[in-house]
């Protein structure tokens, strides 16, 4: 039993679940065991807790016809597949809001297998997924487009660009109403020029105001100064800490992400993925995206080397077959953004740049639940907290990629039926064994 | 003699120069008028200090074939036609560089005739006008392109985004080297979602390296947070405070723009501009584009309620005959962004809006004398300053739209034969009578 | 009845109390009154909510022999002395954590009378009472004094304004799990030169910690850097706002606790007041303080015009015989910092500088409520909220000092035996008929 | 030849000076040397550029009697005596403007001798010397205190604490025109609790006001948020980083000041007095003060590993020697805030904390010489600086204790006639030799 606190291994340990929850974790002999129990015999086999992956996206490509009519299914399909693959809990990033939370109680309820989901809904500042004038509002037809747009921004669009942040703050708080789990903003957006999207002022009233709900909050980043600005506004956590553009973090805003032990995801690559990103690839890179990604692989060395806690996140979600069957097989090498197999694509990643198979597990487990504000209930195996358990065929701490060799998955106490996932098959199979 | 300190006027008033300086301001009989002076005689004429526009574009339309072959003679055009029409000093906030000085310096040295040329060269952060793709680009060739982007951003283009404050500092003051007069960066860029290019850390980088060597500094701003952190940044000044997209400015934001007595660009217009522009016109705007219409006639109502310094800036250059006749008369009417003609339509837009003419003369010359840091060699009529005087036909305290009947304009001490003006004729006429 | 929304008095009102909480408000007749009900018989009288005093000290002069015995006797001594006089819930906002609590709670579960106590425990930042070397020190004993200055400052003293903004968040963190039910910091000490305690980035972390807490956090400030350092820090409210040295408050401060609607508290004064103590009293003050003082009354003039949440607060204590009698009757004229008789004066005080009755009432009931957080249960006459009232013989809004004319006081739903108050008579009587 | 550039010596090397400045340096042989030259003979000696002391205060003990009537002479002694032990530039960061501007004045002028004096006047934010109802302010009389306190405040004292950022920004720019060559603020004050004195935003308006005028501007910092605070206002140097009370520079602070290369005093001091200091000397200190010792030393270790632009500083002035009298020997044991002889102890301390003699050197010349940007004329010894030389009968590379063994000072090209100095003798001797 590897339990996820970072102790050492138990041999020959036992599990004991009762309602859900963990009811004694412990060696063999000294857990008293009730005579009616459901003895799940796990000998020669490795039980860790159920993995989590702190940044995926249920919905891609939310652009396209054969989606936007079926964002509930889609969303279904991606958290079973998720917990096919052990991951029992998902956290979606950037999404979109009413549906995720229909198909959140669903699962919380039973009505419906899937991964545990917690939800931020939009992105704050960012647009909906429609261009105006672009192709895809074309295909899916204006009004189909506008409908798709407010659902996803609801309020919380790049409107909120020219606000005050007494504005933005009466905005933030009419939105937590609506019942995300979590806040994410845009510090920054996505591409240059626009690195800069809220002021300090601005972002501080969004933490304060997921702090006054009780809701952690996590910024978008990619550039240093929104970095820093996000960091002192107070968030709870980095959604990708190593995304800076060419310029590699200073040394003093690591020095603040360690001090104030800001949780940080991160993009670790294989050896082989980053051979095919900065240049034996496909496409060679230009000059400046070549000195993006060595500035990337650069912060994610000095993170490690920072002691800053570390965040397992794929940036997952569910590929349409077409656009799978678009590009070569080199294209998708080790490529970690597809949910479920792109999770042990970036454990190797991280075991290849030098983190110990413990540190992964911790990562994807523990250093998430807590990142989260939810240690109470997940992360790691200890009395009182739900019953959510990886057994493996082989050990992980021997071999990272032994994560793949899943003998069965626990959730709330339940033994999952792996074989049957996912029950909706819309964009399925929907990956592909990236990087093996 | 309307002196430009907001004095009443002198009757019968003299102003004696020598050197190209004034020599004395006083009513006549009081000042002693040497034997050897020559006399302009401007008895039942108005005299006010040389016109002054804050903020002109000498090339515009950077990305034109016409235009990038011929940015000096261009310089030279506009600058003569400011002249021609009373604007004896004019300060180009976003050009190019390097042609810029020269033709600057050529004027100073009396080598060609123009208004008084003071330069930033790029608004820091901004990208040439060449956008990598464009029609425009493939035009001109992509190797001529990617010269004028060059020459436009001189290393202070877009790529600051990403640098921290520290390396923004170094790049500040190697641009400084090169000789601008000033300073403007981009607090903010000129579209949605662009809205905040610099946290606040760089921006005082920015203002201090400025300030460090004499100049002044200011700021490009579009949204409310962008121009709030563009105050607390220590600007000297705003170049159109007004422009806040859809929000108004906040009542503390003015109060801090009046605490500090921050000089303000700003781009009042006249009933018939407003009426054409908010839903009259030739195309209706949209719900978003009218409230940010709106918004911006309220700051404006408000600045000048607030007693903000503010300050006459056209935003004007010369346009090529062929964009004039593309557009309907309309299109044009009581336009100011046109070098020369619209300083006039701009003043009415100013005395439409409810600002006396008095203060309007102010607005055009002591104000941006003083918002530049020029005021010991300009922008008043006082002994010792440069001797740039404008002689009118009839009283501009009267009716402003009296600036127009321009009887001599003097610059340095001498009368400019207008009648000659521009020398160069490259866009000539590239003007209309806007507005009348 | 009039039930502190703002709305007019309702004439011939009902008031119906089920369970402590109020049933149901509205005119005699519209209101079904069940069988069972007692009736107190209010004809011809006033209803008027609670009254809430913002900011009181329930021990004064906590480094007296005296006292430092008593504190909880004290205490419940000034509960009872505050809820004689109809203030139904106080707010100590600097006082000692623990007997506080422990009073607190009898109150609440009924074991005591009282006022409803909410209290801050130390204003973080702030030393204990007792000053190293002191004659205090020395008479209640070294080892007495420095552990009373350990209850007072509960590692929330001065030592906090070393150390860094994380190392601040732990502290407060355990803090607050003993218990407060608000924060109170220390923006500024209270004597020039001590005009800035903590850091923005530490103000912040403070009230961050406060508000992921559930808890209110509110500033002590003296000067107008500390007061807007403490508004960009996010405080829910300000103590004392009106007090800035010689300094008036800027426009752009007031503009900003408008815009953010900051509930401020502030203490104006009876016109006899302002002319003890600005210059017709028994001390002159220096130039210095006649300064001071005509700046905090200019600012309170400011507040009042600017539309800012106003509160109630008498920063009254109950005060020892020995040293009322010290000082002569104009030193008490109109007096505030007196617990129960003070809070007249202050209303009187309010209503001299132009408040009208109705937003005086406002400010003690439904401001202060508002400002802690309190609106569901406090604050007004509505159903669901706390039975507390207070039942006037005479029309406050005719004249404010109605207010003294108390018939009866209901808390909880229950009508105070006033007559028996205080139950503890330590200080007793502890006040005099100030400014009547 | 050791010329203060860092590069390696110059063995049998040249410095040929024309006119009080640096006309070559060179290999003898490769210099070549007018028959004009007058040779001085430096064979077996070594030559380094004249010493600079980045801290001083020329009048200790400002509330003195004896003191107060001889402002001019006192300083004139002190920097004689600096002079004499081959410090040819002082920097007085906290004194009387007016007297140290006029003998600053003479000795520029020639009219005395004396080190080269650059003055700040006052601390700015720091009261006068006299405590209002002390003992010295009875004995000086209390209008001459008053005028003492005045002189040394000049309008920029407590008072200041009170001003907004726009009322402080006036009164900077009025004490700049007084004349100071460099601007010092008290980002805090000396004690607790009186640890940061100005807003951000206020420091903020010091360095600009201090850059625009073309100042260098430093803070007086004595905790770690009054030293993060003046950091990220832009201040060019710190006094003493080191002092930051019990708690140790965190690494984000100390990564700032190497990133931005912020030039920083620091007091690092010889083991024998660390072992006075924290404990085995005359009084033991308590435990908090022991820890703020502790704090200091490891600041200092780590600033030194930081590659942070190191200054030497002394803080010194010339004791009385009634005062010197007072305390025994051990008092005085390698105490280093005495003019002149305390340098030696400075630098012997820093290479008992580990610093090679070449680092030593830089920090007493090159370094304080950019710190204060002065690097045109002053800090090395290269072509076109000012002739200030230190000739040395040994090798300061080998052992730093050999700069005591001066064998000639030459400052502005002069020979300096050591056995002569001090001219003025109030406090002679005025030191001791400390520390030997």
């Not at 992400?257 to 995801?265: A, D, M, N, T, V």
């Not at 998430?368 to 082989?394: C, F, N, P, Q, S």
Request: hydrophobic fraction near 40%.
């Amino acid at each position: 039993v590897i339990d996820g606190t970072g102790r050492v291994p138990i041999s020959d340990g036992v599990v004991l679940i009762r309602d859900g929850r963990i009811a004694a974790v412990g060696v063999r002999g000294q857990v008293a065991i009730p005579p009616e129990a459901l003895i799940i015999d796990g000998r020669g086999k490795y039980v860790i807790p159920g993995l989590m992956d702190a940044n995926v996206h249920l919905v891609m490509r939310r652009n396209r016809v054969d989606v936007i009519n079926r964002f509930e299914d889609l969303i279904e399909e991606a958290a079973q597949t998720a917990l096919m693959y052990g991951q029992t809990t998902v956290f979606d990033t950037w999404g979109i809001l009413e549906p995720l939370i229909r198909v959140r109680d669903r699962i919380r309820r039973g009505e419906t297998e899937g991964s545990r989901i917690f939800v931020a809904g939009n992105c704050i500042g960012m647009a909906g997924p429609f261009v105006p004038g672009s192709p895809q509002e074309k295909e899916a037809g204006r009004e189909a487009a506008a409908e798709v747009n407010r659902l996803s921004q609801l309020n919380t669009g790049p409107d909120l660009r020219f606000m005050t942040s007494d504005q933005v703050r009466t905005i933030i708080r009419e939105y937590i109403h609506r019942g995300p789990d979590f806040l994410k903003y845009a510090a920054s957006g996505h591409e240059e020029p626009d690195l800069i999207v809220f002021s300090e002022d601005v972002q501080r009233v969004i933490v304060d105001e997921g702090h006054r709900a009780g809701l952690t909050v996590q910024a978008h980043t990619t550039s240093n100064e929104s970095l820093l600005m996000a960091v002192r506004a107070g968030v709870d956590l980095i959604t990708h800490a190593d995304v800076t553009g060419p310029v590699p973090i200073p040394v003093s805003t690591l020095a603040l992400l360690k001090e104030k032990q800001i949780p940080c995801g991160f993009f670790p690559k294989t050896g082989r993925r980053w051979d095919i990103e900065i240049g034996g690839g496909s496409r060679t890179p230009g000059a400046k995206s070549r000195l993006t990604l060595e500035s990337q692989r650069r912060n994610q060395e000095e993170m490690i080397k920072a002691d800053i806690p570390l965040l397992i996140n794929t940036d997952g979600g569910l590929w349409p077959p077409d656009l799978l069957a678009l590009h070569p097989a080199e294209h998708w090498t080790d490529y970690e953004a597809i949910i479920g197999e792109g999770y042990f694509v970036r454990c190797r990643g991280m075991a290849e740049m030098g983190i110990p198979p413990m540190e992964i597990i911790l990562a994807g487990t523990r250093n998430v639940a807590r990142a989260y504000g939810l240690l109470d209930d997940l992360g790691t195996l200890e009395k009182g907290k739900l019953a959510d358990l990886v057994i493996l065929e082989a050990d992980p701490l021997a071999d990272i990629e032994n994560l793949r060799r899943i003998a069965a998955v626990i959730k709330d106490g339940r033994v999952v039926e792996r074989q049957r996932l996912p029950l909706k098959r819309i964009f399925y199979p929907g990956f592909r064994k990236v990087g093996s």
